[in-house]
């Protein structure tokens, strides 16, 4: 069977490779929250957001997909369903390196707290759902500065799904995985190409040392228990304002 380059036949995964340990070559700090639609990630780190703010700490918010520099590029290609499993791929990497170049890396060098909205893990868990390698996906994104924390909110399938779909008036091509051929019907190969980056996000879990956050406890509890985790994990007063 032909492959395009950078993607894999159906068969086999291998295990996650060993991940790195943070470098902390830089003041700042890097907090991640990962996991697939629906699990309630964006709510918690928007929340724990609002917080810091509220706190006057030093932060810097940044979210998959969101550099200027190829919107436009990813947008033509998605109307015209142009995007292969390898150019889409390169698309999203292409913007993760350029926010990562302007905002990320100067700012944890500036001694920032930066909050990451999904992170290098989302393409681990999508791209390799869509038939991309692992191996090729780790050495693409190498650059990337490994994270603090990275807080994986994991809810099961069918809430998750559930949420997006009552949530939306009608998914779109690619969110719903259309372009893989899984089903005819929207709903169904969104929920089946969700389950494929469920199953790659599991495998992540101990080898990327992942934070599991439970996606169906009340949004309160939940909040309370990622404030926790930072504070223990994080010295949050190296970010607080300075006292005159």
């Not at 990562?100 to 890396?105: F, K, N, T, V």
């Not at 191996?135 to 559930?162: G, K, Q, S």
């Not at 990622?226 to 010295?235: A, F, S, T, V, Y």
Request: aromatic share 10%.
């Amino acid at each position: 069977m032909e492959t395009t380059p950078g993607t894999t036949a159906p068969g086999p995964v291998r295990p996650p490779e060993k991940t790195r340990t943070p470098k902390r070559d830089y003041p700042g700090a890097l907090v991640v929250v990962e996991g697939i639609d629906g699990s309630g990630k964006s709510t918690q780190l928007y929340l724990l957001k609002r917080w810091l703010e509220i706190g006057g700490y030093r932060i810097h918010f940044t979210e998959w997909n969101s550099s200027p520099l190829v919107k436009s590029a990813t947008r033509r290609g998605k109307q015209r369903r142009l995007l292969t499993p390898t150019t889409f791929s390169l698309l999203h990497a292409a913007d993760f390196a350029d926010r990562c170049e302007r905002q990320i890396l100067p700012l944890l060098q500036g001694g920032y707290l930066v909050l990451a909205d999904r992170y290098i893990y989302t393409a681990f868990a999508r791209d390799v759902a869509r038939g991309c390698s692992a191996h090729w996906l780790r050495n693409l994104y190498r650059f990337a500065p490994i994270p603090d924390i990275t807080f994986y909110f994991r809810a099961p399938l069918d809430v998750a799904v559930n949420r997006i779909v009552a949530g939306r008036p009608k998914l779109k091509y690619y969110e719903a995985g259309m372009d893989l051929g899984l089903s005819l019907d929207r709903a169904e190969s969104f929920r089946i190409f969700q389950e494929r980056i469920l199953s790659y996000y599991d495998r992540m879990v101990e080898s990327d040392r992942f934070v599991l956050m439970d996606g169906t406890v009340p949004v309160n509890r939940l909040q309370k228990q990622m404030r926790e985790i930072l504070g223990d994990r994080i010295p949050l007063a190296q970010f607080a304002p300075k006292k005159p």
